[in-house]
């Protein structure tokens, strides 16, 4: 299916949500500058997910334009914690942790970015070094009243919810960022106004040239909530072919247009005309064009002719996966060995939407301490499958 070849004018205007500032990004683009393109990602998860994707297709577009993709591996803020999109404290995670996440970041982020032709780049290199004093001189470019006023921090201080002095020096951390790469462009979600923003102030005072920012729309998860790991409502870029193209056919109809805007480069005029169309139809485009970003046309053809089977014809997919354990082993311990939750608080909230049926009885497994007696073939949401056997 063609797409299409991002212009000046559709980097800036296409599933941007602002833009800062766009007359001097226009003329910098208009120049013959090869212009650096900044876009980092805390590796907080094992998963990208469909919602980091967005600024990463951007930075892409600006690849293919001749700029230069620098991309960020937040090694070290990942520690620390951004709660620029979060209604509460979100908790520290251990450097394990984050060693371990990071390990799959760059292969993924590869499947997208040249990764040949971009710096890739870990923020511990220079956030190691600064000491207490740098720090200081950093958080006198701004005050506690700017930080407060971003919208989820007065919630919270509205509500009476802790907000840690960590979070304060997460932007300055961002925004450090940005001056130790001589960012031109900067990347980042519409919640990330304020950090993408630090690094404008701190460049300014480096004496540095100041970036202009790029700031993309956020997508909604399957669930029409935004897409967040810790609502488990993500399309993540590691989910088999088969199972991402289920996701994507279980969004709500009225989202459609926005996934085709965001995680596409289809022309305007083929998602009209697919959009013209029944919704099914539409959703069977989007998932195909979707899953042949990540993993090839082959594999998202067998995906769809799998989908067509499954749920046209009522089968049970081919290709799902066939584990065998001994009687008495509890069903989480196995969805969680497999990789079909990655928590039992994921695997109680499916419990409890009834989100996990025996196939063979068409009865919802009810019991968070389901222990395996026989074999058993289960549906877990709407279109992830596995055959357990019996030793």
Request: charged letters at 25%; aromatic letters at 6%.
């Amino acid at each position: 299916m063609e797409s299409e070849n991002q212009s000046h004018e559709d980097i800036i205007s296409r599933g941007v949500a602002e833009c800062i500032h766009t007359e001097s990004l226009k003329k910098k683009l208009s120049s013959q500058k090869t212009l650096r393109i900044k876009l980092g990602i805390d590796p907080t998860s094992p998963n990208i997910h469909l919602g980091r994707v967005i600024p990463l297709l951007k930075m892409r577009d600006f690849q293919k334009l001749g700029h230069t993709a620098v991309f960020i591996v937040g090694d070290f803020t990942g520690v620390i914690g951004d709660t620029s999109d979060k209604e509460s404290e979100r908790p520290m995670l251990t450097e394990e942790t984050i060693k371990q996440n990071m390990d799959s970041y760059v292969k993924q982020v590869s499947k997208i970015i040249d990764m040949d032709n971009a710096e890739v780049h870990y923020n511990s290199t220079w956030l190691k070094k600064l000491n207490f004093n740098d720090v200081g001189e950093l958080a006198n470019h701004f005050s506690v009243a700017d930080f407060i006023a971003r919208d989820n921090i007065r919630r919270r201080l509205d509500v009476g919810k802790r907000v840690s002095l960590r979070e304060v020096l997460y932007p300055l951390m961002q925004g450090y960022d940005s001056v130790a790469v001589h960012a031109d462009v900067e990347l980042g979600g519409v919640d990330q106004r304020f950090n993408l923003l630090a690094g404008r102030v701190l460049q300014e005072k480096a004496g540095l040239p100041v970036q202009d920012i790029i700031m993309t729309e956020l997508i909604p998860g399957t669930d029409g909530r935004k897409m967040s790991s810790s609502w488990g409502n993500t399309i993540n870029m590691l989910d088999t072919p088969h199972d991402m193209y289920g996701k994507i056919m279980s969004i709500p109809d009225m989202l459609l247009e926005q996934y085709f805007t965001l995680i596409t480069r289809l022309l305007a005029s083929t998602i009209q005309e697919a959009l013209q169309g029944h919704p099914k139809d539409a959703k069977m485009i989007l998932a195909r064009t979707i899953v042949s970003l990540f993993s090839g046309d082959k594999e998202a053809q067998e995906a769809e002719d799998s989908f067509k089977h499954t749920f046209e014809k009522s089968e049970f997919p081919t290709d799902t996966l066939v584990v065998s354990v001994a009687a008495g082993t509890n069903l989480v311990s196995v969805l969680l060995e497999e990789g079909f939750v990655d928590s039992k608080s994921e695997y109680r909230r499916l419990v409890e939407g009834n989100a996990i049926m025996n196939m063979q009885s068409k009865q919802r497994i009810t019991d968070f301490d389901f222990i395996l007696k026989e074999p058993l073939r289960l549906r877990i949401g709407k279109h992830r499958f596995i055959e357990i056997k019996i030793k």
